[in-house]
Nanobody
Framework: QVQLVESGGGLVQAGGSLRLSCVAS????????MGWYRQAPGKEREFVAR???????SYGDSVKGRFTISGDNAKNTNYLQMNSLKPEDTAVYYC?????????WGQGTQVTVSS
């Protein structure tokens, strides 16, 4: 089973930047992709970004051009660079890892953007 640990969340002013990290550990054969979802209070969970082990990237419409996902397969780690942050980016950000049989979720890290 895989465990995901996120870090890098916090409080930032609008227009600022944050970098989230997520490390996968545990017993697993391989990770096909890693990424991020987010959930704001009172809203549904929203797709943010995903990177496959082959480097294929995908982004949610609301973050395109502002967020960049990258990964290090050897370290089972992915990073989410978030620039030009807006108050509407405030949410709990969850790391995900897609394995052959299931999707694992992290505990989440809070990102708060003040106006």
């Amino acid at each position: 089973q895989v465990q995901l640990v996120e870090s890098g969340g916090g409080l930032v002013q609008a227009g600022g930047s944050l970098r989230l990290s997520c490390v996968a550990s545990g017993s697993f054969f391989s990770i096909n992709a890693m990424g991020w979802y987010r959930q704001a209070p009172g809203k549904e969970r929203e797709f943010v970004a995903r990177i496959t082990k082959d480097g294929i990237l995908s982004y949610g419409d609301s973050v395109k051009g502002r967020f960049t996902i990258s990964g290090d397969n050897a370290k089972n780690t992915n990073y989410l660079q978030m620039n030009s942050l807006k108050p509407e980016d405030t949410a709990v950000y969850y790391c995900i890892a897609d394995l052959h049989e299931y999707r694992a979720w992290g505990q989440g890290t809070q990102v708060t953007v003040s106006s």
